[in-house]
């Protein structure tokens, strides 16, 4: 197999969507034109299962090509659904258009790029019905949610800590819902009924019985937090709510959270922003069981930073410790939201993978200060449009997975 260029196989990250643990289909090999799954009335064949999970591999994606490529056809199959229902149809000059800004990320040419993907056995239309998905999706989330993502001048100076010259903290209440497939439905129902809510009382006790973090005993209750700690898809979300009042469901993985805002003040210390974040998380079977939860605590009592975790891992599956240095802007949010309440060396055990069945360990390393101090307002005031954009796609996607009828035939 001809192996691609670098620059190419960076672009695999870009081919990821939100990962949900599925297993792999069985499907037979003899029909490639044998539908493996049914995503409402459309149909996903084994052929097109097969040139996915290639495609993944291709451009070095990292975890499961198999795994991956089911979620994604399923995800695009609802996209493009949802586009059609209002009438969002790309023409074929926009597809390539779309296929030549993908290319160009690798620096290539839409024709080079394609030479690279047939020399691996992957169909050019493989890669076109991959762009046509994705713009048919941008597209309808542009018409569906612009007029909702507008930013103030006063919400752009909060986010930046830019009043007085001073910046923002925050008081916060979570409450995050584990949300396995079979329990999804009823879990985004409680979480909107309690998201209506502005009594803070109300709220603690909806924590105490239902949140998983190790919090729950607090009521789900935080100390203060400097506003440029909590990820960047969090930050807009919360500088819009007033005192009691709380965020509108956000769909992470396996789980669903909230946040209640219970203070808001600006202060006379304007913490750095970070340039990355770096992070190493080690994850145990068992989910949150009362075993597994006490083989973290042990683990956590032996290790005291992220290097320790090598000795740990040694021996085992390489995918069993992950370590990143990634901008917070590309941290996953449940991810990026327990990391704000670390200092370096501490941990978390409150996230799961794998459907609940895998418990993450959690252990900050360090943060990397941002040197540069100049900021663009407008272009920050975009990233903040972005942000908002893409949690509210994020939400609208996971309501159509669960609406769908998703049947292995």
Do not use: H
């Not at 199959?77 to 690798?106: K, N």
């Not at 360090?366 to 990233?383: H, K, L, P, S, Y």
């Not at 903040?384 to 009828?405: G, H, K, P, T, V």
């Amino acid at each position: 197999m001809q192996l691609l260029s670098p620059s190419l196989r960076k672009l695999g990250a870009l081919a990821l969507g939100v990962a949900l643990a599925f297993a792999p289909a069985t499907v037979s090999a003899q029909n490639l034109f044998e539908p493996v799954l049914r995503v409402n009335d459309s149909v996903i064949t084994f052929y097109e299962l097969q040139q996915r999970e290639r495609m993944l591999s291709v451009l070095n994606a990292p975890g499961n090509p198999a795994e991956l490529a089911r979620e994604q056809l399923i995800d695009d199959r609802l996209r493009l659904q949802a586009a059609r229902s209002a009438g969002i149809v790309p023409s074929s000059e926009e597809v390539l258009d779309g296929m030549s800004e993908f290319a160009g990320r690798a620096n290539l040419s839409r024709e080079e790029f394609i030479a690279s993907l047939d020399s691996s056995g992957v169909a050019t239309e493989t890669f076109r019905d991959f762009v046509r998905a994705g713009l048919s999706w941008r597209l309808l989330v542009q018409a569906r949610f612009a007029g909702r993502v507008n930013v103030s001048e006063d919400e752009i100076d909060r986010a930046l800590g830019a009043s007085g010259g001073s910046s923002v903290r925050v008081l916060l209440s979570e409450l995050i819902m584990p949300a396995p497939p079979q329990e999804a439905e009823a879990v985004r129902d409680r979480a909107e009924r309690i998201s209506q809510t502005t009594s803070e009382a109300e709220f603690s006790a909806q924590a105490r019985r239902y949140s998983a973090t190790a919090s729950r005993d607090a009521g789900g209750r935080l100390p203060w937090q400097n506003l440029e700690d909590l990820p960047p898809v969090l930050r807009p979300l919360v500088l819009a709510l007033a005192p009691g009042e709380v965020t509108d469901p956000i769909p992470i993985s396996n789980a669903v959270a909230l946040f209640q805002l219970r203070g808001l003040e600006e202060t006379g210390y304007t913490p750095p922003t970070y340039a990355a974040i770096e992070y190493a998380a080690y994850y145990l079977p068992g989910g949150r069981s009362q075993e597994t939860l006490a083989q973290a605590r042990v683990l956590e009592s032996r290790v005291d930073r992220c290097d320790d975790l090598y000795g740990v891992a040694k021996g085992q599956p390489e995918d069993v410790l992950e370590r990143n240095a990634m901008p917070p802007s590309e941290i996953p949010t449940d991810v990026a939201f327990e990391l704000s309440k670390l200092d370096p060396g501490e941990v978390s055990t409150a996230l799961t993978r794998s459907n609940g069945q895998t418990l993450m360990f959690l252990m900050l390393c360090g943060r990397t200060a941002e040197m540069n101090e100049d900021v663009d307002r407008e272009q920050f005031a975009m990233g903040l449009r972005n942000q908002r954009l893409d949690s509210l796609s994020q939400s609208y996607l996971s309501q159509l997975r669960a609406d769908a009828r998703i049947i292995a035939p």
